[in-house]
C-alpha cells in the first residue's frame, strides 16, 4: 500500500474507482479499482505475470519478479520511448508498475494468485486446492471477533431501545 | 497395567528430565502421549494410538478393529458434556467420527455428510442446553452425530431399517429431535417459527437452524430469511458450506461444481476477509504517513469501504440476518467461543454464522472418493469399499435413462431437467452425452417445472426427472404453468410408491392421485423396465398436452427388453390382460401389477384362475378393458401403490357413471391405507400397506366366500 501511495500522490491518473464487472457475479473483487485503475485494463483483464513476462510456472522467488520489472521498465518508460508512442508505453508502464507491487508484496501476491484460480477455474474447482494452503489465512479470528464485537454492540442497542419502548 | 503403560519408553522420558534445557517437542509428544493415555483409562495401550492428536489435527487409524472410544462412552446425553474442556471436545469428535464409520459400515446410510458436521454437532451440544433449546437440521441426513450425542449411540446399528432409528430427525423418536426433516430448506422457517411461539409464549431458550449451501439454493429458504429479517426475532442460522450442491456430489467424470451463482458469492465471501485485512493494513498506514498523503489516503478508504461494505453487507445482511464468519466448522474451539459469545447476547436478532466444512472430514476413502460417499451400503471400513450386491437386473432408473438417451439420440429437441439429483435420475448418463441439453437447477423443483414449461412452450420436449415425493414441491407450477396452458412437459416420477429405508418423507404415495386429478395429464405407469421403456418413448411422441409416468425404486423383474433399448409408443389409453381366468379379475395399475401376478400364481395352486390385468393408464382410462373385465367376471380388484384418490378412484367413479355400478359386479379397490409408513425393507413396507402378493390373494378368497383358506398362505 505504501507504494501505491507514492505512485498515485504522482500519477494524474487517480481517477473515481469503478466497479469492475466480471462474469462471475457482482461482488467482483474491486482491489484494482482501490489503485485507481484506468478503464482500459477492464476489457481485458490483464495478467500481472504475463505482463512482467514471467511465464506461468508457480514459485517464481521475488529476485526473478525484480529482474524482470527492472529490465521491462527500461523498456517501456515514456522516457525512453518514441514521442509518438509516449500515450501507450506510459499506459504500458503502470501496468507494469501495478504488477510489481502485487507481486512483489508477499501478502499481496498471495491475495492475487488466488483471484487468478477463482477467475480460471470453474466455480468450485479451482478453490479447493488453494482453500486449503491459505485456509488459514482466510479463517482469521480477527474477523469473526470483530463481527461478534458488532453484534454484541447492536444486541445493546437493541435491547435499550425495546426497554425505551417498553 | 495400566500405571505401566501410562509411562511410555520411560528411557526417553527420563533423558529428557536430566538434560537441560528440554527439547520441547520431545517433551511436547511425551506429554501428549501421556495426556492420551491418562484420559482413556483403560490398560490397551495400542487402542489409544489409534485416536491420536498431532499437530495439524487428529489422526484415525482405520486399519484394524473399531478403536476404543472412551471419552464418547462417558456420553450419552449432551449434558455429560457440558464439563468437558477444548481438547476433550475435540478428541470426543474424533471419538464420534470412529463411532460413525464403523456403524454406518455394518448398517449403510449417509456417511460423509455426517462426518462433516461432527465438530459442529459437538460444539453445540456442549454450549446449549438441548432439549431445551432447539437444533433444526435441514434435511436431516447429517445428524448421526446428533442422535449418537443424544442417546440413541446404542441403536445406531438399526439406522434406517424396520423398526430402527430413522434415517432423517424424526419427532415421534426423540425429545432431541425438534423437527422432522426429509426434504431439504425447511429448516429455517421452522426455526423461525418455533422463535416467534418462544417469543409469544415468554419463553427464553435458542433455536438454532443448520441449514446447508445446496439447501440454499431453494427458494424457501430465502422467505424465511426474508421474514426472519422483518420479523426481528433472535434465531441463529448456521450456514454449512461444503461447496457441494447437488447429489450425488459427483457427475460420472468427477466432482461437480456446484450449481447456481450462489455458489460463487459465497466463495466471494471467503476473499472477502482478505480485504478486510487490507482495509485494516491501509488505514495503519495512512496514520503513519500522515499529512500530505491525507486526501490521497481517505480517498483510498472510502474505495476500500465500499469494496468491503459489497462483500460484507452480502446478500443476507440485506435480508436483516447479521452476518459472522467464515469459520473454519473442524475448529471445535472456535465454534464453541462462537456459539458461546452469541448465546450471551440478549438480542441479537437473527444471526448467519457462515462455516465451512469438508463433506466426508476425516475419513479419507470418503474426502477422496468423487461422489464423497453420500448414501452408501455396508463397506469395509479400512478401504471404504463398499459391498453392493450383484443383481441381475439394473434399476428402473438406469432403464429410464438408457432409454431417454436413445430417444434423445433420434430426436434433437429432447432434454432433460432435474433438481440437483443427477445420481438419484439417473440423468448424469444423460449428462454426460449430451452435456448441453441437460440442466440441473439446484435445488428448486418450482423453478424446474417452470423453466420446462418455458423450454416446452418454445418447441422443446423437456423431460422433468423429479422424484414423486420432490414433485410435490412444484405443484402448483405443475397445474398453472402446464397443465393449464396444456404444455408438453413430461414428468418422470422416480421413487414412486413406497421407497423403503428413507421412509415416509421419501414415500411417493400421492402422485397418482394428485396428477390424475389435472384434465390436461395423461398419467401413465409401467409394470416392469421393457413398459418403462415402451412409455418414455410414448411420453416423447405426445406433443400436444402434458405426461406423466411413474416408477419405483428397485430394480427390474427381468422382462425382454426392447431392441437397443429403444422403445416403442404405446397406443395412449390401452391396458393389456396378462393372465386369462374366470370369476375374478384383478386390474393392477404400474409396478405393483408384478405382486398381482404372484398373487394369481398362489391362486392357482387352490385351483382359482383369475385374469390378471395391466392398466398402463390411468389417465385416459381404457374404458373398454374395464368393461369388458366388468362383463365377463363377478369381482374386480383394482389394485396400485398410491393413496386413495387413485386410479381405484378413477375406475371407481368411471363404473358409476357408466351405470355398471348398478349392476351385479363386485368392485374392491386396494390402496396405500391411510396413514404413514414407516422406513424399513421394502418388502416388509409393502406387508404393511397390505399390498403384498399374500394380501391380494387374501382378498380374492375372502370375496369368493372361502376366508378361512386367506389365512393359509404364507
Known amino acids: 500500500m505504501e507504494i501505491s501511495f507514492q505512485l498515485q500522490s504522482n500519477n494524474p491518473m487517480l481517477q473515481k474507482a469503478r466497479p469492475k464487472k466480471n462474469s462471475h457475479s457482482s461482488y467482483m473483487i474491486q482491489t484494482i479499482s482501490c489503485r485507481g485503475d484506468g478503464l482500459e485494463s477492464h476489457a481485458k483483464k490483464a495478467n500481472f505475470y504475463e505482463v512482467l513476462s514471467l511465464g506461468s510456472e508457480n514459485n517464481i522467488d521475488l529476485h526473478d519478479i525484480k529482474k524482470a520489472y527492472r529490465s521491462m521498465a527500461r523498456q517501456f518508460h515514456p522516457d525512453v520511448c518514441a514521442p509518438s508512442a509516449k500515450e501507450e508505453s506510459t499506459r504500458k508502464f503502470i501496468e507494469l508498475q501495478k504488477a510489481y ?29 488453494f482453500c486449503m494452503e491459505v485456509k488459514r489465512s482466510i479463517f482469521q479470528r480477527e474477523v469473526w471477533e470483530e463481527q461478534l464485537r458488532g453484534l454484541h454492540k447492536r444486541s445493546q442497542t437493541r435491547r435499550e431501545r425495546r426497554s425505551m419502548q417498553n | 497395567m495400566a500405571v505401566f503403560s501410562v509411562f511410555v519408553r520411560p528411557n526417553q522420558y527420563l533423558s529428557s528430565c536430566l538434560i537441560p534445557p528440554p527439547p520441547p517437542k520431545l517433551n511436547h509428544s511425551c506429554r501428549q502421549q501421556l495426556s492420551v493415555k491418562a484420559s482413556a483409562g483403560n490398560s490397551d495401550g495400542e487402542d489409544c494410538k489409534l485416536i491420536r492428536k498431532e499437530k495439524d489435527g487428529w489422526k484415525i487409524n482405520y486399519s484394524g478393529e473399531k478403536p476404543g472410544t472412551p471419552l464418547l462412552d462417558t456420553v450419552k446425553y449432551p449434558a455429560h458434556m457440558k464439563n468437558l474442556s477444548t481438547e476433550d471436545l475435540e478428541q470426543l469428535a474424533a471419538e464420534l467420527r470412529v463411532d460413525i464409520v464403523y456403524s454406518v459400515s455394518q448398517s449403510g446410510g449417509h456417511l460423509s455428510s455426517s462426518l462433516g458436521v461432527v465438530e459442529l454437532a459437538v460444539a453445540l451440544h456442549h454450549v446449549f442446553n438441548t432439549p431445551d433449546d432447539k437444533i433444526i437440521w435441514d434435511v436431516g441426513h447429517q445428524a448421526y452425530p446428533h442422535k449418537i450425542l443424544t442417546g440413541r449411540r446404542s441403536k445406531m446399528h438399526t439406522v434406517r431399517k424396520t423398526s430402527g432409528l430413522a434415517g432423517f430427525p424424526k419427532r415421534d423418536e426423540s425429545v432431541y429431535d425438534a423437527f422432522g426433516a426429509g426434504h431439504s430448506s425447511t429448516s429455517i422457517s421452522a426455526g423461525l417459527g418455533m422463535a416467534v411461539a418462544r417469543d409469544l409464549l415468554g419463553k427464553n431458550n435458542n433455536i438454532i437452524s443448520v441449514i446447508g449451501d445446496g439447501a440454499m439454493t431453494a427458494g ?262 402446464v397443465d393449464l396452458q396444456k404444455l408438453p412437459v413430461r414428468f418422470a416420477m ?137 362383463r365377463e367376471h363377478e369381482i374386480l380388484i383394482t389394485v396400485e401403490e398410491g393413496s386413495i384418490g387413485g386410479f381405484g378412484s378413477h375406475v371407481s367413479h368411471f363404473l358409476s357413471l357408466s351405470g355398471i355400478l348398478d349392476g351385479p359386479l363386485k368392485l374392491r379397490a386396494m390402496v396405500l391405507p391411510d396413514t404413514y409408513i414407516d422406513h424399513g425393507a421394502p418388502q416388509d413396507q409393502l406387508e404393511e400397506a397390505g399390498l403384498s402378493s399374500r394380501h391380494i390373494s387374501a382378498t380374492v378368497l375372502s370375496l369368493l366366500g372361502r376366508p378361512k383358506e386367506a389365512l393359509q398362505f404364507n
Open chain 1, 101 to 129: 507491487e502485487t507481486l512483489s508484496d508477499p501478502v499481496l501476491r498471495q491475495m492475487y494468485d488466488y483471484q487468478l484460480s477463482l477467475a480460471d477455474s470453474s466455480l468450485g474447482l479451482g478453490v479447493e486446492g
Open chain 2, 220 to 481: 424457501q429458504a430465502y422467505e424465511a430469511m426474508n421474514n426472519a429479517g422483518y420479523l426481528d426475532s433472535n434465531l441463529i442460522v448456521i450456514l454449512n458450506d461444503n461447496k457441494q450442491v447437488s447429489l450425488p456430489t459427483a457427475t460420472l467424470d468427477g466432482p461437480a461444481t456446484p450449481v447456481g451463482a450462489l455458489s460463487s458469492a459465497l466463495t466471494k465471501l471467503q476473499a472477502s476477509t482478505q480485504f478486510r485485512k487490507l482495509r485494516e493494513a491501509a488505514k495503519s498506514i495512512t496514520k503513519k504517513i500522515g499529512g500530505q498523503t491525507h486526501e490521497v489516503a481517505a480517498k483510498v478508504d472510502e474505495y476500500a469501504r465500499g469494496m468491503i461494505s459489497a462483500s460484507g453487507s452480502t446478500l443476507f445482511e440485506e435480508l436483516g440476518l447479521y452476518y459472522i464468519g467464515p469459520v473454519d466448522g473442524h475448529n471445535v474451539a472456535d465454534l464453541v467461543t462462537i456459539f458461546q459469545r452469541v448465546k450471551a447476547m440478549p438480542a441479537p436478532g437473527p444471526v448467519l454464522i457462515h462455516i465451512m466444512t469438508e463433506k466426508g472430514k476425516g475419513y479419507p476413502p470418503a474426502e477422496a472418493a468423487a461422489d464423497k460417499m453420500h448414501g452408501v451400503v455396508k463397506f469395509d471400513p479400512k478401504t471404504g469399499k463398499q459391498f453392493k450386491t450383484k443383481s441381475p437386473t439394473l434399476t428402473y432408473t438406469q432403464y429410464f435413462a438408457e432409454s431417454l438417451i436413445k430417444e434423445a439420440e433420434i430426436d434433437d429437441k429432447i432434454v432433460a431437467i432435474h433438481a440437483a439429483m443427477g445420481g438419484g435420475t439417473g440423468l448424469n448418463y444423460f449428462q454426460k452425452k449430451f452435456p448441453d441439453r441437460c440442466f440441473d437447477v439446484g435445488i428448486a423443483e418450482q423453478h424446474a417445472v417452470t423453466f420446462a414449461a418455458g423450454l416446452a412452450a418454445e418447441g422443446l420436449k423437456p423431460f422433468c426427472a423429479i422424484y414423486s415425493s420432490f414433485l410435490q414441491r412444484g405443484y402448483d407450477q405443475v397445474i398453472h404453468d
Open chain 2, 494 to 630: 422416480d421413487r414412486a410408491g413406497l421407497v423403503g429405508a428413507d421412509g415416509p418423507t421419501h414415500c411417493g404415495a400421492f402422485d397418482i392421485t394428485y396428477m390424475a386429478c389435472l384434465p390436461n395429464m395423461v398419467v401413465m405407469a409401467p409394470s416392469d423396465e421393457a413398459e418403462l421403456m415402451n412409455m418414455v418413448a410414448t411420453a416423447a411422441a405426445i406433443d400436444d398436452r402434458p405426461s406423466c409416468f411413474r416408477f419405483p425404486r428397485g430394480n427390474g423383474i427381468g422382462a425382454l427388453l426392447p431392441v437397443n433399448n429403444k422403445g416403442t409408443p404405446l397406443e395412449v389409453g390401452k391396458g393389456r390382460i396378462l393372465m386369462e381366468g374366470s370369476r375374478v379379475a384383478i386390474l393392477g395399475y404400474g409396478s405393483i401389477v408384478q405382486q398381482c401376478v404372484e398373487a394369481a400364481n398362489k391362486l392357482k395352486t387352490r385351483d382359482i384362475h383369475v385374469t390378471v390385468a395391466d392398466a398402463r393408464f390411468c389417465k385416459p382410462l381404457d374404458t373398454e378393458l374395464i368393461k369388458q373385465l366388468a
